[in-house]
Structures are given as C-alpha cells and as structure tokens.
C-alpha cells in the first residue's frame, strides 16, 4: 500500500485532541450538530412564510389534504430551490468554516497550518483546484449526453446576475465542506493514527452528511464516498486545503448553475444549460439526486483517485 507523510498531519499529532478513535468521532459529532443549528438559521427564518402559504395553496392547512413526510419534504425542496432561499442557505455555511477554525485553533489547540491553511502559493492551488473540478464535472456531463442517457439544451433568458451570486454561494458553500470534513476532520483523525483511516472516516461521514437529501440511494451514497477520498488524497497531495476547496465549489456550481443538474437533491435552479435526462433508469442519470448518483460520476472520480495516487507514487511520499 502506498504510504505518505503530510506536514498537516505532523501538525495535527501535537494538538490536545484526544488520541481515542471514539473520542474524535465524538467530538466531530458535537461539532457538526452546532455547525448544522448555525447554519440552518438563516434558512429556516426566511423559508417559513412561503413553506406556509404553499402548504395553504395546496390544502394542507384547512384538512383537505393530509400533511405527510413525502409531501414536506417536497414543498421544502421546492420552496429551498428558490434564489432568494438558496442562496442566503448557501451564503449561511460560512458557519462552518469559521466553526471548525475555532475549534481546532481553540480546543484542539493547534496551528490553523495543519489545517491545510497556507499562504504560500494559494492562488495556483486554488485556480488548478477551480480547473480540475470544472473538467471533472464537465467530463461526467458530456460522458452522459454521448451515452444518449441525458440531453443537453441551452437555457434561454437566464439571470446571470443570479447566477454569479450563486457562484459566490458556492465558493461560500465548497469550502466550509471541505473545512469540516477535509482541514477539520481528516486532519484531526491523521494527527494520531494512518492517513487511511483518516481518508476513509472523513469521506464516510462526508456522504452521511447527504443521507437526507433527495434521491439519496446505495449509488449516491458510493458516489459522495468516492468524492471524499479523492478530495483527501487530493489535498494530502498538495498539502493544502485550497484546491480541494476550488474543486468543490467549482463542481457544485457547474452542476447546478452551469449544467442545470440538481445538486444532491436539492432541486433545479437558473442555469446556463439544462441537462435533461432521457432514461428513467437512475443509475445512469441519478434520477432525483441528480448526475451526483450516476454510474457516469463513479467513473470519473475512480480515475480521478487513480490520478492522484499515481501523482503522490511519483513524488514518493508514503502513506
């Protein structure tokens, strides 16, 4: 198995976290349910006036029509498809950044460089990370339209201011993830035990954190794995977080507001193009998930792990 050393993890093994698997976990646990309270914030205060008047449009207030899980969860993905939803929901995840600096910095007590956070070079790094994600996610896409499984239509009239404050979203959005699972997390875990194991209990809990959107399945489930391990090796790799933060984002805003895909479930929204699917079957267009839980993305990101660890056998780092 090929072994790498990371200066982030070196860092990291001096904080005051404990060293017990458990209690990593544990703490990771404690720290998601405020990031995700802070977070959600913003977004439940502006979503509960238009949730009411569509539940009322609908007839769910005055008993003619029974209130369920199904039928919420559909208003709810309609309602937070909205820019004047989404987008403040995005803009609010900057929560989770500055939570998860906070806590390493203040409890774990260590220096905010073993979170991937480096001066040095951070435009290069973050411009191939914004390359690499809008190739990644255009490869998937194109992969999908010769396979004749979805079409590919230019979107007429689009908004692009709402567009470019969705990408500010994203930027906003991709990094916080990558904060909580990759600088806070998979650093936290390195520090004290195999890079391996860091990779793969951060990349698990990255695609738990999604088990409740829409469309979430078995394929989806591996898919967001996968995306999780090739953002770690990724950023063992360049020792950094500030690629896969470009990657991340780059990669929801192409599929969503580009490509015109729903990102992870959470429903259409102004876009450039549109991406319709031709087959019913999900597996090869991700049904409502979205191409995130297509065979097509599995693809991808296998070759994108393989890159990368080719990448990392060259340098000669060990894992």
């Known amino acids: 198995m090929i072994k ?91 929560f989770g950044t500055l939570t998860s600096i906070i806590y390493c910095r203040n409890i774990e007590v260590r220096p905010l460089s073993s979170m991937g956070i480096r001066k040095k070079k951070f435009f290069p790094h973050y411009i191939c990370g914004l390359l690499t994600g809008t190739a990644m996610m255009t490869a998937i896409v194109l992969l999908s339209v010769a396979f004749k499984v979805n079409s590919l239509s230019l979107t007429g009239g689009f908004n692009t201011g709402i567009i470019l404050l969705y990408l500010l979203g994203f930027l906003v959005q991709g990094m916080s993830e990558e904060f909580i699972f990759r600088g806070y997390l998979m650093t936290s875990v390195g520090g004290h035990h195999s890079a391996w194991l860091a990779v793969g209990i951060n990349s698990l809990a990255f695609s738990l954190a999604h088990i409740a959107n829409p469309g979430f399945n078995f394929l989806s489930c591996v898919n967001l794995i996968l995306f999780g391990v090739f953002a770690s090796l990724f950023m063992i790799c360049t020792d950094n977080i500030w690629g896969v933060c470009g990657i991340h984002s780059i990669w929801n805003f192409m599929q969503g507001n580009f490509y015109g895909i729903s990102v992870s479930g959470t429903g259409n929204t102004e876009s450039v193009f549109r991406t319709s699917p031709i087959t019913s079957q999900s597996w090869l267009s991700g049904g409502a998930f979205g191409i995130e839980g297509s065979i097509f993305t599995s693809v991808i990101l296998a070759v994108g792990i393989a890159l990368v660890i080719v990448k990392i056998s060259k340098s000669k780092k060990e894992l």
Not at 62 to 80: F, Q, Y
């Open 4 to 94: 790498l050393k990371s200066q982030m993890f070196e860092e990291s093994s001096e904080s005051l976290s404990s060293p017990k698997i458990y209690a990593q976990i544990f703490s990771f646990i404690i720290v998601f349910f405020i990031i995700y309270i802070l977070e959600a914030i913003v977004p439940s205060v502006i979503s509960i006036s238009p949730m009411m008047q569509e539940m009322e449009s609908q007839g769910m207030l005055d008993g003619s029509r029974a209130i369920n899980l199904k039928n919420s969860m559909a208003i709810a993905t309609m309602i937070s498809a909205s820019p004047k939803i989404m987008i403040p929901s995005l803009l609010s995840t900057v």
